[in-house]
């Protein structure tokens, strides 16, 4: 007797969007700063990173790693003693990969007052124990802002894909 060959799996159930919404926030403090008195941007990136992280983890629920991250304009300084504030979500899943967006803003303890920071968009892949990379659930958007997003995703990551084959030729 024969077996029958295994069927494919069943396709992933998604995930909404809010599912994988994050806040990160920490004050910044004299240790991460330049003579100036402002956070460093490699500080920044850094917590954009675990930012990025924390949403794709918490869509995955599994350990991601950074795949790449696009290009990060610093628009405002952040000072000593301000509060960074961390939102993320993850934007669409490409099968394997995943674009998460970040925004980071600052906050003055004292007046109240935020201001937008940086944006960046990350992408990152689950790994398995051997190094594999897993399929991910589908990302699902419900409002107009989170389908707007998904859109523009598949946009940049043709142009993702464009620049790392151009950096292979």
Excluded at 14 to 22: D, E, L, T
Excluded at 57 to 84: E, K, N, W, Y
Aim: hydrophobic share 40%; proline share 7%; net charge positive.
């Amino acid at each position: 007797m024969t077996s029958a060959p295994n069927p494919e799996p069943a396709p992933l159930a998604g995930r909404p969007v809010r599912a994988s919404a994050s806040e990160y926030s920490e004050i910044a403090l004299p240790n991460d700063a330049n003579p100036l008195g402002f956070l460093l941007g490699g500080r920044v990136m850094h917590l954009v990173d675990m930012a990025g992280a924390l949403a794709a983890m918490r869509h995955t629920r599994c350990p991601v790693v950074t795949a790449s991250v696009d290009h990060m304009t610093f628009l405002h300084p952040i000072h000593i003693g301000q509060l960074i504030i961390l939102k993320s979500s993850v934007n669409r899943v490409f099968r394997t990969s995943m674009e998460v967006g970040v925004k980071v803003f600052v906050e003055d303890l004292v007046t109240g007052d935020r201001k937008h920071t940086a944006s960046a968009y990350l992408t990152f892949v689950t790994m398995d124990a051997a190094g594999r990379r897993v399929v991910i659930a589908p990302v699902i958007p419900e409002t107009e802002d989170e389908k707007r997003r998904y859109e523009e995703a598949s946009r940049r990551r043709a142009y993702r894909l464009d620049q790392r084959n151009r950096g292979r030729a």
